[in-house]
């Protein structure tokens, strides 16, 4: 069974870099065919898929957040971690880590995390 944590500030001030970190237990993050991603749910509107970073290293991430979004990894400890930089009060949201794997009609998530509340605010 996999097992994914979020971890991290809950409050941001306005142009930070929100920081987080995913643990991640019972599968490892370098296992093929999977995908480590960062999703968020600001209040009142739907997912919004951040970006994820695969199982040999490589990175993607959502046009609209590109410019400002981080995903990285730590294979010694088993964790993922996202960094979002000039942050406003936008920005607040539940973020959630989660996994997917690959399959014949695309990725699909198979685990998420519990998600963790952010809020941007002086």
């Known amino acids: 069974q996999v097992q994914l944590q979020e971890s991290g500030p809950g409050l941001v001030k306005p142009s930070q870099t929100l920081s987080l970190t995913c643990t991640v237990s019972?599968?490892?993050?370098?296992?093929?065919?999977?995908?480590w991603t960062w999703i968020r749910q600001p209040p009142g509107k739907g997912l919004e898929w951040m970006g994820f970073i695969i199982y040999d290293g490589s990175t993607y991430y959502s046009p609209s957040l590109k410019s400002r979004t981080s995903i990285s990894r730590d294979t010694s400890k088993n964790q993922f971690s996202l960094q979002l930089s000039s942050v406003t009060p936008e920005d607040t949201a539940v973020y959630y880590c989660a996994r997917e794997k690959a399959t014949t009609e695309g990725w699909e998530y198979d685990y998420w995390g519990q998600g963790t509340q952010v809020t941007v605010s002086s």
């Open positions: 019972g599968g490892s993050i370098t296992t093929s065919y999977y995908a």
